[in-house]
């Protein structure tokens, strides 16, 4: 059994950014979180914050192994799960076009089969949940348009996005409930090095608030923010002119 009255989740992401926010709020909420990421030092002083409600259990979604040793130490910390919120993610820019396929599969394997290999592991947990279980998901607005240098960061989201819509088919007849949350950009590790401009960059704490509103009212989808979400819409109704007329001006690539 869980040690707390409140529901408990297994965050995927919670050593920095957005999903430490989301962790720290879940935790401050009642509810009991068990936080996983790579750097279990990070985990560690996050778990030392609130020590009764947040467990750190560190692993790399990448790896099969690390993951089984993650599920013993998830099993003796509770014998269900009322949710997984799988926040993990990294990022990589097709700068010059050389289509390194290395780069691809190292932002695929933890952006999508990252999801799956957790799913996979959860799955059992899950369907012991106290009430209905659910999932939560972090893509990204990036995926509503084609944009510069994100062949494979939006590759990697936009097969998340299909993947998470056809679940809630196969899933419509069951109790499972599914959140997409789509932010926009977020003031993280994973943007510090960006060097292009980030409208209406939000801070983490700001953007988790944003997620965990939804995932607790148990909404199918959460966009944020709105402006940079109807920017993109309307320039996604108008794709032929995005294409003709402003790619040019923003793609760094002048010859193929
Ligand atoms: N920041 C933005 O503007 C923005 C916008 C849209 C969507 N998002 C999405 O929001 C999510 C959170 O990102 P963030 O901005 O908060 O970035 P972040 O601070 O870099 O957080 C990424 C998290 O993923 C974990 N992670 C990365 N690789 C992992 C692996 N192999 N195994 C386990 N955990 C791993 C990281 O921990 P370790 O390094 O310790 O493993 C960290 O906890 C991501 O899915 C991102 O794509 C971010």
């Known amino acids: 059994m869980s040690p707390l009255s409140g529901k408990t989740y297994w965050l995927v992401?919670?050593?920095?950014?957005?999903?430490?926010?989301?962790?720290?709020?879940?935790?401050?909420?009642?509810?009991?979180?068990?936080a996983s990421a790579r750097s279990g030092e990070s985990l560690a002083q996050l778990a030392l914050t609130?020590?009764?409600?947040?467990?750190a259990v560190p692993c790399d979604v990448?790896?099969?192994?690390?993951?089984?040793?993650?599920?013993?130490?998830?099993?003796?910390?509770?014998?269900?799960?009322?949710?997984m919120i799988f926040c993990a993610g990294t990022c990589e820019y097709e700068d010059r076009l050389d289509f390194d396929v290395d780069a691809y599969q190292r932002v695929m394997n933890v952006n999508?089969?990252?999801?799956?290999?957790?799913?996979?592991?959860?799955?059992?947990?899950?369907?012991?949940?106290?009430?209905?279980?659910?999932?939560?998901?972090?893509?990204?607005?990036?995926?509503?348009?084609?944009?510069?240098?994100?062949?494979?960061?939006?590759?990697?989201?936009?097969?998340?996005?299909?993947?998470?819509?056809?679940l809630r088919v196969d899933t419509s007849l069951t109790r499972l409930q599914i959140t997409l949350a789509k932010p926009g950009f977020v003031a993280t590790p994973l943007t510090a090095h960006n060097d292009f401009a980030m409208p209406f960059i939000m801070q983490p704490e700001a953007a988790a608030a944003r997620v965990l509103k939804a995932f607790i009212a148990k909404r199918a989808r959460v966009v944020f923010p709105r402006r940079l979400w109807l920017l993109l819409q309307l320039a996604s109704f108008f794709k032929p002119l995005w294409l003709r007329y402003v790619a040019p001006r923003i793609t760094r690539i002048k010859k193929w």
């Open 13 to 34: 992401g919670a050593s920095s950014g957005i999903g430490e926010a989301l962790a720290s709020q879940l935790a401050a909420q009642g509810h009991f979180v068990i």
């Open 62 to 83: 990448t790896q099969p192994e690390s993951l089984a040793q993650a599920a013993l130490r998830i099993q003796e910390l509770t014998d269900f799960l009322d949710g």
């Open 112 to 166: 999508f089969f990252g999801v799956v290999r957790c799913l996979a592991l959860a799955k059992p947990l899950l369907q012991k949940a106290q009430d209905s279980p659910q999932l939560l998901v972090v893509s990204s607005l990036s995926t509503l348009l084609p944009l510069p240098r994100n062949e494979i960061y939006g590759a990697s989201k936009a097969a998340l996005d299909y993947f998470v819509e056809a």
């Open 50 to 55: 609130q020590p009764s409600r947040i467990k």
